[in-house]
Each structure stands twice: as C-alpha cells, then as structure tokens.
C-alpha cells in the first residue's frame, strides 16, 4: 500500500511561483507512474502532468503546458510540480497520484488509471 502526502500549496498572486512536493511511502516508489491532478469547485478532476518510471518522461496537461514542471527524485522517493507565471484559473485543490509503470502515455490522462492518491493540497491564485 502506497501512501502519498502532498505539500507546498498555499495563495500566490497571479505570475507568482509554487513548488509542490509529493512525498511516497509503503511502496516501491521508482516504479511508479507519478501524476498531477486539479479539481476546482463544481469542476471533475483535471489531469496536468504526468512523469515515468523508467525514463523520467513527461506528459502535460494543455493548459499548463510550457509554465509547470513535474519533476522526481526516486532516491527521496518525492514527485514534484514547479509551477511558475500562475494564473487565477490555476486554483484548484491539486492531488498526486501513483499508478503501475506499465500504464500506456495514453492513459496517464485518465484518473482511472491511478491506483493511489493524496490528500490534496490547495493551491489559490489571487488576481
């Protein structure tokens, strides 16, 4: 059983910068699929980004593309979101999420692919 605990959010004005961490534990960490998700009120939940296993590749989400970074440290066992020039429409609790390794790059879109999430953490963008 993986357990994922997220930090870092907290209110920024918009073109400010957030660094989110995601910390793993219980599992094997470098063998897993690590995912960014949002969900803002009345909103389903949105993939932004997603990182590899094996690789380190990296997939994002249209509307984050070019301004996050998702990043890992699998010997500190910690995914990470940079997040830079935010924008009030970036609001939103974010999650992480842990899913197999073997999950195709056409997947890492949907949530059901995921077999393990955190708590969330809030991110909110002041205009």
Same mark, same amino acid.
């Given at each position: 059983?993986?357990? =994922?605990?997220?930090?870092?959010?907290?209110?920024?004005?918009?073109?400010?910068? =957030?660094? &989110?961490?995601?910390?793993?534990?219980?599992?094997?960490?470098?063998?897993?699929?690590?995912?960014?998700?949002?969900?803002? $009120?009345?909103?389903?939940?949105?993939?932004?980004?997603?990182?590899?296993?094996?690789?380190?590749?990296?997939?994002?989400?249209?509307?984050?593309?070019?301004?996050?970074?998702?990043?890992?440290?699998?010997?500190?066992?910690?995914?990470?979101?940079?997040?830079?020039? =935010?924008? $009030?429409?970036?609001?939103?609790?974010?999650?992480?999420?842990?899913?197999?390794?073997?999950? &195709? &790059?056409?997947?890492?879109? =949907? $949530?059901?692919?995921?077999?393990?999430?955190?708590?969330?953490?809030?991110?909110?963008?002041?205009?």
């Amino acid at each position: 059983q993986v357990q =994922l605990v997220e930090s870092g959010g907290g209110l920024v004005q918009a073109g400010g910068s =957030l660094r &989110l961490s995601c910390a793993a534990s219980g599992g094997t960490f470098s063998m897993y699929v690590m995912g960014w998700f949002r969900q803002a $009120p009345g909103k389903e939940r949105e993939f932004v980004a997603g990182v590899g296993w094996s690789d380190g590749r990296t997939y994002y989400g249209e509307l984050v593309k070019g301004r996050f970074t998702i990043s890992r440290d699998n010997a500190k066992n910690t995914a990470y979101l940079q997040m830079n020039s =935010l924008k $009030p429409e970036d609001t939103a609790v974010y999650y992480c999420a842990a899913g197999r390794g073997d999950i &195709l &790059l056409r997947f890492w879109v =949907l $949530p059901s692919s995921y077999d393990y999430w955190g708590q969330g953490t809030q991110v909110t963008v002041s205009s």
